[in-house]
């Protein structure tokens, strides 16, 4: 089966300035999760999805960030504007429903905010 | 809450040793524990998981975990180290155990692998 896809693979851009990450999960994965791993750390929740509804979106810091999933298939998480300190890879990963844990993760988007 | 302590930032052993990755957590709730692969600009990559059963957990590549509640630790070993192993690991716990797939990960431990 295709993995999830995400893009693109990397983006620098200047700080105030926004963009986009997008993710296509595993046909028929319900669950769609996106993590934030900044250099040196461990992958941190942004915000997690159920079909096209938020599960929790607690760690997702919403006067810049936002995320919506259309359809309940792609997703998309956008910044707005970017900080220095938003730099790091920004991971997709699903999962079936009910499956909790069985992630897949795509291989990322590396953002460097200059 | 929930958190994550992998000792070791980086951990370095030769070709054929034991590989020991030491993760201690802290769970308000029974916890579900992971041990997670990451090789350069790839995505994680599940190696094993304990949620409920056999402390003893099996995964992927020839290594294991074993849940120890009473020390609060879930370390990761492999008996004999291949230089495909050099990748950084993640030990991550559940936050809000075992009804929402919400994982708390540690910093990593980059292990490398001498010839």
């Known amino acids: 089966e295709a993995g999830v896809a995400q893009s693109p693979r990397y983006k620098i851009i200047e700080k105030r300035q926004s963009v986009a990450f997008w993710c296509n999960p595993i046909?028929?994965?319900?669950?769609l999760y996106w993590y934030q791993q900044i250099l040196g750390q461990g992958p941190k929740l942004l915000i997690q999805f159920q079909n096209n509804g938020v599960v929790d979106d607690s760690q997702l810091p919403k006067d810049r960030f936002s995320a919506e999933r259309l359809k309940g298939v792609d997703s998309t998480l956008k910044i707005q504007p970017a900080k220095l300190e938003d730099s790091a890879v920004y991971l997709c990963?699903?999962?079936?429903?009910?499956?909790?844990?069985?992630?897949?993760f795509g291989s990322g988007t590396r953002l460097t905010v200059v | 809450a929930q958190s994550v302590t992998q000792l070791g930032s980086h951990v370095s052993v030769s070709e054929g040793a034991l590989v020991l990755l030491r993760c201690n957590y802290s769970?308000?709730?029974?916890?579900?524990l992971f041990w997670y692969v990451q090789y350069p600009n790839q995505g994680l990559q599940l190696l094993l998981k304990?949620?409920?059963?056999?402390?003893l957990v099996k995964g992927i590549n020839g290594f294991e975990a074993e849940f120890k509640k009473s020390e609060t630790s879930f370390h990761l070993t492999k008996p004999s180290a291949h230089m495909s192993d050099a990748a950084e690991y993640f030990c991550a716990v559940s936050r809000y155990g075992g009804s929402q797939g919400n994982l708390i990960f540690g910093k990593g431990t980059k292990l490398s692998v001498k010839p």
């Open positions: 769970s308000s709730v029974p916890p579900y």
């Open positions: 990963a699903s999962s079936l429903l009910g499956q909790n844990y069985g992630y897949t």
């Open positions: 304990y949620t409920t059963g056999a402390t």
């Open positions: 046909s028929g994965h319900a669950t």
